[in-house]
């Protein structure tokens, strides 16, 4: 096991990751930027170092910065937690040329999986199903035109090289089709630098159901079930849950066996998720997050295992102590993101000065933050600012057990999204599960 990890992340990850390396005897080292000098994983850590001025681009996404607080520190690895550097090939390289275990999957592997054309038609070429659409990178209008008339409209237009539910357009004529490559390609250029594009036929009523795995460096590889993500605004997730109300055991155990299908062919290593659609009983593979998800303790409450442990083992280079007849999932779990939104402005993040912080604390709810009474929420980095996860012995006693412990979270001082999930929570149809990934969208505009 390692001595000392660098996290190269902030927020309520980088606590959760503190948190993991202290149940194994390992040290921590912080990174922070000058706006993150109050938070609470800079508290946490063995040792804080300052990498840099607020913005990401010259703190949290500064290779140089970050690799100098490594080196300085003499840590032994790095764990980048989701966002910034997570997904990021080139400092996976860095890390190991430096001889510092970066706790993620090889820059191969990363490579392989978040080109999202490429890593479909390696899906397709090992069984795994994926949407009727262009045979890799669409090279140019008239080409997606052929395309979309051949697999018929509505179609999706994809970035390749895309995340954040940017580059990402639908249409439904010709007309349509030429604006929305347009703009989706101007839009991945601007934030990826890679404006290539794929299109797939476009479902109207999916829901967003995923698989969590782990894959060690021995060759086993298993899975933890299902999440279903559906609950969503513009492709950002708000609530997820597992197992998924809608998927039935045999669909389970064929996602599962996909997803670590994919993973064996990837040469994919560590803590990973296989992101499906799902509709009308079938799912079709959308693409993989190569990295540890924000929603991962939902997996946790329902199997019992703690995931950023299960990295850290498998980085360390410790076979998984777990194999597929050993999962087992037991109740229900539902995550609610608590972010620092105004729903009554369309979500319009709304930073400030938290002046009362006060949690639920029973057994079977688990608050993930790193906020606490009278902390600064920054205008600098994205609005979620806590988590709460609740568990249950089945969805509906989840959701009143949910509603207790959102009536019971106080959290003064900047207005939050626990309306909003309290909302849900008396929605008819998100209780009964008859909705899809449209729902909210359609409820908000």
Same mark, same amino acid.
């Given at each position: 096991?390692?001595? $000392? ?12 990751? !503190? ?46 910065? !970050? ?23 080139? /400092? ?54 052929? !395309? ?29 089709? $030429? ?177 009362? /912080? ?7 709810? $688990? ?27 089945? $969805? ?13 979270? !106080? ?23 008859? /909705? ?10």
């Amino acid at each position: 096991m390692f001595k $000392r990890v660098l996290i190269a992340n902030r927020g309520e990850i980088a606590c959760r990751i !503190i948190r993991a390396c202290k149940k194994l005897g390992v040290e921590s080292v912080a990174v922070y930027s000058e706006a993150d000098r109050e938070s609470l994983h800079v508290r946490m850590a063995n040792v804080s170092i300052c990498i840099g001025p607020a913005e990401s681009a010259r703190s949290y996404l500064h290779i140089p910065s !970050i690799v100098s607080a490594a080196e300085i520190s003499n840590v032994d690895a790095i764990h980048p937690g989701y966002g910034f550097l997570s997904e990021n090939g080139h /400092f996976a390289d860095i890390c190991r040329s430096l001889d510092i275990t970066f706790i993620g999957p090889s820059s191969e592997a990363m490579a392989k999986m978040s080109d999202k054309a490429g890593a479909r038609e390696l899906a397709k070429s090992c069984g795994v199903p994926v949407l009727p659409g262009s045979e890799g990178i669409v090279p140019d209008d008239e080409a997606g035109l052929k !395309i979309a008339r051949q697999i018929g409209y509505p179609v999706i237009v994809k970035a390749s090289a895309g995340g954040g539910g940017r580059g990402i357009r639908v249409a439904h004529n010709d007309a349509a089709l $030429r604006i929305a490559m347009s703009s989706a390609r101007a839009e991945a250029e601007a934030a990826f630098g890679d404006g290539s594009l794929y299109i797939e036929k476009f479902l109207t009523h999916p829901r967003h159901v995923e698989v969590q795995v782990l894959c060690d460096e021995h060759g086993n590889c298993i899975h933890l079930g299902e999440r279903d993500c559906t609950t969503q605004r513009r492709h950002q997730k708000l609530i997820e849950e597992s197992p998924s109300p809608v998927v039935d055991r045999s669909t389970r155990k064929a996602m599962g066996d996909a997803a670590v299908k994919l993973c064996k062919a990837a040469g994919y290593t560590n803590a990973g998720t296989i992101e499906f659609l799902y509709e009308n009983g079938q799912f079709f593979f959308m693409e993989m997050n190569t990295r540890i998800q924000v929603e991962h303790p939902v997996t946790e409450m329902v199997t019992g295992l703690d995931l950023i442990e299960e990295q850290l083992r498998i980085a360390s280079g410790e076979q998984l102590r777990w194999r597929q007849k050993d999962i087992r999932q037991s109740g229900h779990a539902i995550e609610f993101r608590i972010n620092a939104e105004d729903p009554d402005m369309k979500f319009a993040p709304r930073p400030g000065k938290v002046s009362l /912080f006060v949690y639920p604390e029973e057994p079977g709810v $688990r608050t993930d933050s790193f906020i606490y009474s009278g902390y600064v929420v920054t205008p600098y980095y994205d609005s979620m600012i806590a988590k709460l996860i609740v568990h249950a012995e089945n $969805r509906d006693a989840c959701i009143e057990k949910s509603k207790k412990a959102l009536r019971e979270f !106080i959290l003064e001082g900047v207005p939050t999204t626990i309306p909003f999930h309290l909302a849900m929570l008396e929605n008819i149809a998100f209780v009964n599960s008859d /909705f899809d990934i449209n729902f909210v969208d359609k409820l908000i505009t």
